[in-house]
Every structure is written in structure tokens, then in C-alpha cells.
């Protein structure tokens, strides 16, 4: 680590404040409020109540009388949904519902690239216009807090920054097309178990620090025309009704006045839900609506007042109108466009910038292929299709390439590809009846555990066979949304399927094999990631994700992708586990505070698998020259950082440069570092260039309590660019004389 000259310049002048800057969502889309106030008077009390809540699963009521459509959603991440009959849970089995399958959001995090975040947003909006919808309920931002939360794979990232600068351009790439974006799910459903009860206990600071910083930038700078409560309670409160988090935080402090939706069957109580900043009432039981017939009998009874009703119908219109769904200028909206060969292509270049080459010793990596004879892939995972499961974020994909026919599609005929599955997925039903007091059942079920048991030394025998007499083996496996799903949390971090010890085995015959895990969370690679030489991290990958995967392995694609979460050794070692609470029913208390993730682990020096922002690359990169320029004056500071970058290897590249700012004298206990500025930049073999990185004064704040407000403390900073959380390159401290408190 090299201590570099840092440029400090402090503009004179310079007036320390203790003004609190308060800054609200006052920037989004302005509308006619004439013509909402003017809609309004016409509507009656029960039009306006049909407006909402769900009148079908995926649908609130319109109002025919004045031109006012329903408001038309659909899941979800990953995609646009297939389609349900209107008022229950059932596929509508039709054939024109079919879509382009994106990649994860986490996949969309490891490419730590603003523009892939865009261009992952253009598309599934323009599907989402497409299939006729307002609303596409995307994207899911919530921290990925411990590595076994079941929708980690709709997630993106442990860390706030991170997230909230992807989410942003995703976020404005739907809304392009005249459909809302919803992001999801305000706030901390951070685990799967009791996540409909469960009370979540998080204290103000991390809560403002880790928590809320996703949500806000969503809405301040993504302009998100809508958002959805979550499930879970946050301090008694279930947050698709919570005064505290509706009320108080988002329309009071930040101003929002764009429309707030529950998560599906999130409400629980009329005069809560009537009386909080929520709009509209969603869920799939349309007999026990709290947001129907028992609102309307408290407002005809004087116990809740039309008022709260009339401020969720101006919300309501407000997002109309921003979409261009009334009157007139419904025929200017854009009409959207599903399954274009361009969405395919942007599925494509997402997916192979977010793979991530975690392990290359003796550059095992990329193949060669010129040199291959016969090749072996191995593992389930290989030949698996993802796109039907993990609960809400399921896709009717057009098509998935698996890593098999990439693989196939790539090297063509003349080259024997030999798979083998390798491991036994059971069916699902021989796994979920474990309790079952029935001994009948039960006997069935062992006669049936003694089939699988011989099925996965029949398929672990034929892969180790054939690992054996193969120069070059790939095993793919890793998760799948057995696992990676909504509604349950993994029980650990192990591999399931028996894939440490076949993995081993598969090693023991064949030392060079390159191992390929796909999978939405950490996994515990402690048994075999010592001893295997290449490692390729997989996150799910959309339609094209076999292609990019193929790309990557055999070279015509440098892997650039980077963890944007960290893999601990163990899932003791995590600070969700070892210090807070994961997965209890009834209560959690998030104990560890802004201890998440890298934040605890590079401050308690814990020893890691793989670390926060790990990824390496076929070429290297080199980091030099670095300077930073501090402007400050009474409420503001801004601190540019250049740096050279340098592609010191032989082959054309992506890297994706860290900043991370560690506080060198702060009055409280602070994180080491924290990670406040990134850029991506494509270098070709031998290519230099000078990167500009711009950090606000928000990168130097914590929240303090004690004034209920972000805080820069004056003094030294250390200013960090880095190729990982663990591989600082440069350092150089700054120093700034002001002192400032914002919200
Ligand atoms: C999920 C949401 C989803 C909704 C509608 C809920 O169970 O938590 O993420 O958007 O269902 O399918």
C-alpha cells in the first residue's frame, strides 16, 4: 500500500454550520393537482374505496363512470409474470405470456455497472409496457443480511451504497417506458421465516445507515412511482401499515407522494392501514379486504375520516397521471414491447459482466480450447432451468440456455461433450413430509429414501468415472430455488445434494477441475475451495445465461464481475448469527446495528472466503497517481478522487475501482471502511486512463442519534482505492475543516 500525495483544498471562507440540511422527494414528475382535486370531488365514497385495494389479484378497482382504469401489476424481478385468472392463484395457461428472463438482481449487483443496472431496467420495463401493465413490482433491494435468506437472489447486495446506485438507474431504465416502478420491500425483510409476523428490531442508526439508504435513493434519485410495504413488523408495527414507517418516514420526512402498496395480504388492520401512508390494500383474499367493505363501514360510521381516504386516491391519481393512463394522454403512452432480440442481447451482456472469477491459480482459466480433445461437465446445475421457481420472481421464460448447451453452443461438434448429472435432486415431494405422524407415510418415505440413496451413489460413481478419464472437467453446481426461494430461509450454508464430498471425489481423480457454483447467496465452499484451482461464481442468470457462462470459461469474454456480498468461511462467523438474530420467529433483534457484512468482518479482521468486492480478471490492473480535491464551503463538501488505471496484462478488460472512505478519528465506534464511490472502466491490454470518482459530503456522515441526524465530524479522512474490500491499493488522507448535519 502506497501513501500517495493528496491535493486539500479548502476554500477560504469556510463557516462551520449547525444547520440541519432537510432535503424531500420535491423533484419528482409535477402533475395537474387541479385536475386530481377535480377528479376527486366527482368520485363517490365507494369508487373511491374500489380504487384501493385489490379487486383482482393483480389489479385495483377502476372507476368506468370517469375514465379511470384499474391499475394493472406484475411481479417481478426477474421479469414480467406469467399471467393469473383475475381472483385466484391460478396460471391462466395461456401461450402469449411468455417473456425474456433477466438476470437476478444480485447478478445485476456483481457487475457493480450502472449502465447494465439501466439497461436491465429499460428492458423489463418495456416488457412489462408490453404485457399491458402499470406496475411492475421490481426491483427487490433488501440487505442481504445473512446468507441464508431465501430471497437473497432477488436482492442485490450487503452493502447500501451499492445498491442504491444500481437501483436508481434500474429504476429510471422501467419508468422510461411509462410504467411504474415498485420497489421493494420497505423495509428489513431481510429473512423468510415467520416473515409475516415476524417483529423486526433494528436501532435508528442502522436503520438510517444500512436499512433506509436503498429505499431513499429509490425514491429521491430513482423517482420510483411507487413502493410496497413488506411483510414483517418493524417495532410492533406490520409495515404495510406502519404510521411510523409510512407516515412519519416517508411522506412526512421525505416528502413522498407517490403511491404506497402492500405487500400481498400485508394488511392487517382497517383503521391502521386507513390512517398510514399506505394507498392501496393488495393481497389474494378478496373476501377479507380491510381496505373494502369494513373501511367503507368506518367511514360511513364517522370512525375513520374520508380525508384519509382522499389522500390515498390523490396519490393514487397522481401516479395515473405520471403514467399518462388518463383523459387524452393515455394515447401518447408508449406501448412497450416484449421478447425483442435487443432485450435478449442486454440479458446477454448482463449476465457476463456479473460472472465472477473468484479463484485462477496458474491460470487454470480460461480454456483453451484449441488444445481440447473431450470435455466433461458434471453437476445438476449444468443442465437445470432455473426460471420457474423461487416463489414471486418465477419467469414463463421464452427460452434458458443452460451452462450445457452454452457450453454445446460454443464448441460446436467436432468435440465430445460428456455430462453427468453427478448429483440427485429428489423430487420435491419426498423432501417436505418429515413430520408426518402417519407410519404408513413414514415407511413409504424410507423405502423412498432408500431409491434416492441409490440413485446418488449410481449418479456419484458415473461422475467420478468419468471425471477420471476426462483431461478437462467443469462441475456446475451450487443452489437452486429449492433453496434460493420466497417463503423460507436455508436452513445453513452447506451445499446441498451431497456436492462437498462428490466435489472432493471428482477432485481426487481430477485435480485441475474447474468448479462453477450458481447460486443466490454465500455457500460454504470450505471443504474443497482450497484445493480446486478455478472457481467461477454464477449468479441466476437470465435467457442468455448459459452463453455467458460458456464465454467466460473459454476466454472470449473476461470476467469482470465483483462479490457484492461477502462469503464467510463459516455462517458462525456472520454478524447476523454470531452477534445478532436470523430466523427466530415472533422477534429478531438486528443486535449487530451497522455491523453488516464487510462492515463487521473487515473491522473484527475475521478470516473470509471470499470478500466484499472480490473479483479477478484474465489481465491485471495496476492503480497509480492518485489525487483528491476537497471543496467545501458553509452546508456542503465534495471531494474528487483521480486516479490512473492501468490494464497491465494481455488481454482487454473491465475493472471495477473501489472507494472506500475509513474514518481515522471518529468520536464513536465507525465500521473500518465503508465503500462510497465506484466506477467500472473498460481497458484494453496495455490501455491507461485517468478515472474521476466525486464523493458528497453524505460519504463521510454516520447518523447520531442524539441529534437525529447525519453528522460529518471535521478531521482526517483516509481515502482508499481498492480492487477489493481486502486489496487496497491506494491510500491518502484528507482533511475537512467543516462540520455538517443533514437528514
Ligand atoms: C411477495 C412480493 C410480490 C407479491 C405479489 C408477495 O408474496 O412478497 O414480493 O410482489 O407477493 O406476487
Known sequence: MRILHLIIRIIEGLVRTIDINIRKVDHMKAVDEGRIESILSKLTLEEKVAMIHGE?????????????????????????RKEFELKVWKAAGTTDDYVTYLPSNSAVAATWNRQKAYDMGRVLGAEARGRGKDVILAPGINIKRSPLCGRNFEYMSEDPLLVSELAVPLIR???????????????????????????TYIDEQALREIYFPGFKAALYKGESLTIMGAYNKLYGEHCSQSRYLLTKI????????????????????????????????????????????????AVREGRISEECIDRKIRNVLRTMLRLKMLGEEAKDRKPGAYNLPEHREAALSIARESIILLKNEDARLPIKREK????????????????????????????????????????????????????????????????????????????????????????????????????????????????????????????????????NAILDVN???????????????????????????????????????????????????????????????????????????????????????????????????????????????????M????????????????????NTGSMDGAEAVQIYVHSLRPSTKRPEHELKGFEKVYLKAGEERRLSITLDKEAFGYYDTSCKCFRVEPGEYEIQAASSSRDVRLTGVINLAGSYRYI
Open 56 to 80: 383482482g389479484l393483480f389489479q385495483s378497482g377502476g372507476v368506468k363512470r370517469l375514465g379511470i382504469p384499474p391499475l394493472v401489476m406484475s411481479d417481478g424481478p426477474m421479469g414480467v
Open 173 to 199: 431504465g422501467i419508468q422510461e417506458n411509462d410504467v411504474a416502478a415498485c420497489v421493494k420491500h420497505f423495509v428489513a425483510n431481510n429473512q423468510e421465516t415467520d416473515r409475516l409476523q415476524v417483529d
Open 250 to 297: 416517508l411522506r412526512d420526512e421525505w416528502g413522498y407522494d407517490g403511491t404506497v402498496i402492500s405487500d400481498w395480504g400485508g394488511v392487517h388492520d382497517t383503521t391502521e392501514a386507513a390512517e398510514s401512508g399506505l394507498d392501496i390494500e393488495m393481497g389474494s383474499a378478496f373476501d377479507n379486504t380491510y381496505m373494502a367493505e369494513p373501511l367503507l363501514k
Open 372 to 503: 481440447l480433445k473431450s470435455i466433461a461437465v458434471i453437476g445438476y446445475n449444468a443442465q437445470a432451468q432455473h426460471a420457474g421457481g423461487g416463489g414471486s420472481a418465477e419467469i414463463k421464460a421464452l427460452y434458458e440456455i443452460s451452462p450445457l448447451l452454452g457450453i454445446k453452443v460454443k464448441l460446436g461438434g467436432s468435440l465430445q461433450v460428456n455430462y453427468a448429472k453427478g448429483y440427485y435432486v429428489p423430487p420435491k415431494k419426498a423432501r417436505h413430509n418429515q413430520d408426518d405422524p402417519n407410519a404408513s407415510e413414514k415407511e413409504l418415505e424410507i423405502k423412498q429414501q432408500e431409491e434416492d440413496r441409490k440413485k446418488k451413489e449410481k449418479l456419484y460413481m458415473e461422475a467420478v468415472e468419468l471425471a477420471g478419464r476426462s483431461d478437462e472437467v467443469i462441475f456446475i453446481g451450487g443452489l437452486n430455488h429449492e433453496y434460493d426461494t420466497e417463503g423460507r430461509d436455508r436452513p445453513d450454508m452447506k451445499l446441498p445434494y451431497g456436492q462437498d464430498e462428490l466435489i
Open 511 to 625: 485435480p485441475n477441475t474447474v468448479i462453477v457454483m450458481v447460486a443466490g447467496s454465500a455457500v460454504d465452499m470450505e471443504a474443497w475451495a482450497d484445493r480446486a484451482k478455478a472457481i467461477v461464481w454464477n449468479y441466476y442468470n437470465g435467457i442468455e445465461g448459459g452463453n455467458a457462462l460458456a464465454d467466460v470459461l473459454f476466454g472470449v469474454v473476461n470476467p469482470s464481475g465483483k462479490l457484492p456480498e461477502s462469503f464467510p468461511k463459516a455462517l458462525e462467523d456472520c454478524p447476523a448469527h454470531k452477534i445478532g438474530e436470523f430466523g427466530k420467529t415472533n422477534k429478531v433483534t438486528y443486535k449487530e446495528g451497522i455491523f453488516v457484512g464487510y462492515r463487521y468482518y473487515n473491522t473484527e479482521g475475521t478470516d473470509l472466503r471470499y470478500c466484499f468486492g472480490h473479483g479477478l480478471s484474465y489481465t491485471q490492473f495496476s492503480y497509480s497517481n
Open 627 to 646: 489525487k483528491a480535491d476537497v471543496r467545501e464551503d458553509k452546508d456542503d463538501a465534495e471531494v474528487t478522487i483521480s486516479l490512473n488505471v492501468k
